[in-house]
Nanobody, 119 residues
Framework: VQLVESGGGLVQAGGSLRLSCAASGSIFSINSMGWYRQAPGNQRELVATITSGGSANYADSVKGRFAISRDNAMNTVYLQMISLKPEDTAVYYC??????????????WGQGTQVTVSS
């Protein structure tokens, strides 16, 4: 299974970005999907997750500014980010909890996409 992220970049504080992550491969179903981020010198932290049924969970630091959504038919998850702050600067990673066609259940990560917010 591969997770391919897109949509990162450089934006000014107060701006917006939309991240996308498409999963492909021997997928039977995708359980939860999510976004995590890691800033230099920091541990990777949860940003938002969403279940197959659409229930979302957010880190307190992004509530009200970020919105996670998914397209189950396309095996894709999105992260709409508004009112971006310099402290949102990080590499953003997509994560998927996947049941494979073999019925094995594994966790997969994308390669990461850089988000830089300038002040």
């Amino acid at each position: 299974v591969q997770l391919v992220e897109s949509g990162g970049g450089l934006v000014q504080a107060g701006g917006s970005l939309r991240l996308s992550c498409a999963a492909s491969g021997s997928i039977f179903s995708i359980n939860s999907m999510g976004w995590y981020r890691q800033a230099p010198g920091n541990q990777r932290e949860l940003v938002a997750t969403i279940t197959s049924g659409g229930s979302a969970n957010y880190a307190d630091s992004v509530k009200g500014r970020f919105a996670i959504s998914r397209d189950n038919a396309m095996n894709t998850v999105y992260l709409q980010m508004i009112s971006l702050k310099p402290e949102d600067t990080a590499v953003y990673y997509c994560n998927a909890d996947v049941t494979l066609t073999s019925r094995a259940r594994l966790d997969f990560w994308g390669q990461g996409t850089q988000v830089t917010v300038s002040s």
